[in-house]
DNA sequence: CGCGGCTTTGATGTTCATCAAGTAAAGTGG
DNA sequence: CCACTTTACTTGATGAACATCAAAGCCGCG
């Protein structure tokens, strides 16, 4: 272990195979010491909407949802989302101003880098442009993919598809606190807060979860994933 | 003028300000031979969701429609897209194969070059890698910001919104011909068919619109928008 | 001119939002 | 720590929005 290691923990982070995969060693310590790590708690709000947008951001720790406001004040959620996904990952290369705010649902640390200086890089090392431009692309992707998935289901289908979406893809576990308030898995799957409580005591009644304030537990998921599928 | 003008028109084509700007002469050149010109008529596919993805397409001339098949066989439309979008443009970088299908609603014009011969651009030309990352995230940005204001509306203000997007960014004219059924805009919307038509007929009724077959008038524009805002 | 696909309209039923009222839980100040 | 306030959750009743079904008209095409 040489001496970098003590000031830099970039080098060791998970998120170096993700995007900074073809950045040499010292490339990797110059972004270490250009970046700062931000704590964010439950709540606060990361970027916001119509800000502009001066730094490359992405989750270390923690869970965030994307969110806009309509015009009529409602939100719509597009997405939660786990580390190393982008937080700023929609418009940083395509628009001056953040289109959507993002915020932490749970306790969450973001690495802040200038955004310039990643652009740099990205001129610089064709690697690392092709490494971002798949990493982005595969953001929005599932962005859309998900959107779409939501969309073509009725309101208990995508009930269903949001508690596998969280026991899945964000928890890997049977139970697990739900980081979020029923209401915004209704701006989420866009259908109205009682009706995904009602949804879920159903859920409860037929034995499929079992339901302990935030906890959550999903007793059986084959009949959930049925249910996701058929509706 | 030399007499490579004679062989290839990428040079002076209006994509060239999109993605190709950074492209000096002899390069364009290059990217001229490499290139294919693919004609397709009304209706016929372009790329097939699951297909191999080797190439760069983009969409010279015409109307495309970019959409999924859901698992119980109904067609849920992405979006409609000018020239000048990319056709292939999903998954390029970030997937193997094709995640959508595209298809012709015009007859259409599409440019086809090798991915590799793009990727080995990207890779040698920060400044092109960077017009590219840019074009895409717009692309993408676009799509999502589309289903999310298609999402927040009514049955009325979806259809509202689809009239404003034909009329003001597809053909930029009051009056002009559909380019797909009545069908596809409900899977567009995620409406039934009947209801689509229904308030088209409720529109023409109250004067907002004139139909003529496939042909559609733009009469009181500004009722349109607010029925696009308020539902 | 007849056939098939698209469009249109009406009638009916389902799904979902809204409203309202009550309960539980979580924060707040004394 | 308890009373108070607020915010989230829950449930039922009602009505609105929308899908579905069916029948008929239209239109292009062989």
Redesign the interface.
Known sequence: MNEKNKYCVCESCEFRDIVFAYLDDSTIQELCNNKEEHSFRKGEIINHEGEKITDFKYLKSGLVKLF?R??TG?E?V?TITRPFEFVSN??????ERY?YSVSAVEDSVVCVVKLDFI?DL???N??F??G???K???I??K???Q??DI??RNLIGRVAFVLLYFTNEIYNTRIFDLPVLRKEIADYI?MSTANVIRTLSDFKREGIIKVFGKTIEIVDINKLEILS?RG
């Open positions: 806009r309509t015009s409602e719509q597009i929609m418009s940083i290369f395509s628009e289109r652009k990205f001129m610089k064709g690697s442009a092709m971002l431009l798949t982005i692309s595969k929005n992707d962005i859309i993919s959107t779409l969309r073509q866009g599928k």
